[in-house]
């Protein structure tokens, strides 16, 4: 069994290891760039007027359920 340090040697391991930083790397910048068009994804998503009366609709629903359920459980 070899060692870290004859690993660390071997030029496979270096090669291997060295296209595996690239990988990361790629993957980093792919994440970095991600971020900004999900948060602006979100931001859109949530300034959307149909997204706000949907919501606003739902509030007045979950009003409604609860106080449905206020009154039929006699509170």
Excluded: F, K, Y
Excluded at 2 to 20: C, F, I, K, V, Y
Excluded at 26 to 50: I, Y
Aim: net charge positive.
């Amino acid at each position: 069994m070899h060692t870290d340090t004859e690993n660390r040697r071997h030029p496979a391991r270096r090669g291997e290891r060295h296209h595996l930083d690239h990988i990361a790397e790629a993957n980093l910048d792919r994440g970095r760039s991600l971020v900004p068009r999900a948060e602006a994804a979100a931001d859109a998503h949530r300034d959307n007027p149909d997204r706000r009366d949907q919501r606003h609709n739902l509030e007045h629903l979950a009003e409604a359920n609860s106080s449905r359920r206020r009154r039929s459980s006699g509170s």
